[in-house]
T-cell receptor, first 114, second 113 residues
Framework: SQQGEEDPQALSIQEGENATMNCSYK?????LQWYRQNSGRGLVHLIL?????REKHSGRLRVTLDTSKKSSSLLITASRAADTASYFC??????????????FGTGTLLAVQP | GAVVSQHPSWVICKSGTSVKIECRSL??????MFWYRQFPKQSLMLMAT?????????EQGVEKDKFLINHASLTLSTLTVTSAHPEDSSFYIC?????????FGQGTRLTVV
């Protein structure tokens, strides 16, 4: 299977704390993306990091990428109850293009307690 | 951002019947769309790549005669689950890429009774 793995599988924290999720993948990539999914809903794109980038920020999100270890992490700072969702990393083997399929990691279920 | 609309959001059908799920790109043209399946509390598994005007490409282990895909226009792909059985009950999600980003439909919850 090409599917990547994420850890932890589930994470429960208090509002205001930081949440860190890790993703490992198997193939060579040109970019890695993080998505969020609320229960029973579609996916929302959060952030994309390219293989030549090591770190990227977007609001309260911070993503790192280590291509030598084939791993990425997503940090959500100052978490809120509304951040409760499942988070997935996804990789595509080639850069750009409309035909490139995404392979998703196993996901992390984040629960933020108010 | 680009919008992908999926219909219906949920459907309950009897075992042995067929169900059609539609995926539309509302404000862009998508020559390629992707169909995923998701079991409860699990990740998305790619089922097939839908190509406008040609045959879909199925992932290993996915029965093409069971999951019929038609991509007849640049904005519409359909997934038909034929002769559905309870084990086909799942959450089905489509996506289409616009520039470097993938946009997802809201998903269809299929329950076969």
């Amino acid at each position: 299977s090409q599917q990547g793995e994420e850890d932890p599988q589930a994470l429960s924290i208090q509002e205001g704390e930081n949440a860190t999720m890790n993703c490992s993948y198997k193939t060579s990539i040109n970019n890695l993306q993080w998505y969020r999914q609320n229960s029973g809903r579609g996916l929302v794109h959060l952030i994309l990091i390219r293989s030549n980038e090591r770190e990227k920020h977007s609001g309260r999100l911070r993503v790192t990428l280590d291509t030598s270890k084939k791993s990425s992490s997503l940090l959500i700072t100052a978490s809120r109850a509304a951040d409760t969702a499942s988070y997935f990393c996804a990789t595509g083997p080639y850069y750009g293009g409309a035909t490139n399929k995404l392979i998703f990691g196993t996901g992390t279920l984040l629960a933020v307690q108010p | 951002g680009a919008v992908v609309s999926q219909h219906p959001s949920w459907v309950i059908c009897k075992s042995g019947t067929s169900v059609k799920i539609e995926c539309r790109s509302l404000d862009f043209q998508a020559t390629t769309m992707f169909w995923y399946r998701q079991f409860p509390k699990q990740s998305l598994m790619l089922m097939a790549t839908s190509n406008e005007g040609s045959k879909a490409t199925y992932e290993q282990g996915v029965e093409k005669d069971k999951f019929l895909i038609n991509h007849a226009s640049l904005t519409l792909s359909t997934l038909t689950v034929t002769s559905a059985h309870p084990e086909d009950s799942s959450f089905y999600i489509c996506s289409a890429r616009f520039i470097a980003e993938a946009f997802f439909g809201q998903g269809t919850r299929l329950t076969v009774v």
